[in-house]
């Protein structure tokens, strides 16, 4: 069965902390995201990758940065994290097959609380 | 820049009532689409999918058509059940490889009262 997983369920930080959020998945996918979902706003991509040491900005970068440095792993890093970031945060990861047709399969999600 | 528009929820109906959750589209070139539906506590899950003008969709007794003269890909269904109770977003991919990531609406929360 396909898995994408993600190292926590909840994670709550303090404001300025450095936060590190965690997906693996095990299906061999070239192609890996990050978003996240907010009430009212949908999900929104933060970054992607679609190889190892690959990365490129989705539509709300601003704030996070991202490592993929080995192909079933991509983490999401929070250098000094706000309280605007708290939210639903969801990685997925699709296979690249040169059509616009791939599903996307995604993780369970983080919720992160900043205090 | 591409775009996915759907009917604000929340949406509630008594069971075996008849779904339809509006969704329309703006993108350039020939997009796929898709309908994701997330269940309470749990991340997405793809529900159905149409990749050309025409083409339906189905599983799990929904259905999505692809109209591109009217850029939509409404979600029905005939007859719904609590358990059909979740979140429900449409997207499109208008990349190949879908390497650039899903382009999603607001999400519609459906309600479904026994």
């Known amino acids: 069965d396909v898995k994408v997983t993600q190292s926590s369920r909840y994670l709550v930080k303090r404001t300025g902390e450095k936060v590190f959020l965690e997906c693996v998945q095990d299906?061999?996918?070239?192609?890996m995201f990050w978003y996240r979902q907010d009430p009212g706003l949908g999900l929104r991509l933060i970054y992607f990758?679609?190889?190892?040491?690959?990365?490129e900005k989705g539509d709300i970068p601003e704030g996070y940065s991202v490592s993929r440095e080995k192909k079933e792993r991509f983490s999401l890093i929070l250098e000094s994290a706000s309280t605007n970031q708290t939210s639903m945060y969801l990685c997925?990861?699709?296979?690249?097959?040169?059509?616009?047709?791939?599903?996307?399969?995604f993780g369970p999600g983080t919720r992160l609380t900043v205090l | 820049g591409n775009s996915v528009t759907q009917m604000e929820g929340p949406v509630t109906l008594s069971e075996e009532a008849f779904l339809t959750i509006n969704c329309t589209y703006t993108?350039?070139?020939?997009?796929?689409l898709f309908w994701y539906v997330q269940y309470p506590g749990e991340g997405l899950q793809l529900l159905l999918k149409?990749?050309?003008?025409?083409d339906k969709g189905s599983n799990k007794g929904f259905e999505a058509t692809y109209r591109k003269e009217t850029t939509s890909f409404h979600l029905e269904k005939g007859s719904v059940q609590v358990s059909d109770s979740a979140v429900y977003f449409c997207a499109l991919s208008a990349s190949g490889g879908g390497a650039d990531g899903l382009t999603f609406g607001k999400g519609t929360h459906l309600i479904i009262q026994p």
């Open positions: 997925a990861s699709s296979l690249f097959s040169g059509r616009a047709n791939n599903e996307q399969f």
């Open positions: 990758s679609y190889d190892v040491k690959m990365k």
């Open positions: 149409a990749t050309k003008a025409d």
């Open positions: 993108a350039t070139g020939y997009p796929s």
């Open positions: 299906m061999d996918h070239e192609n």
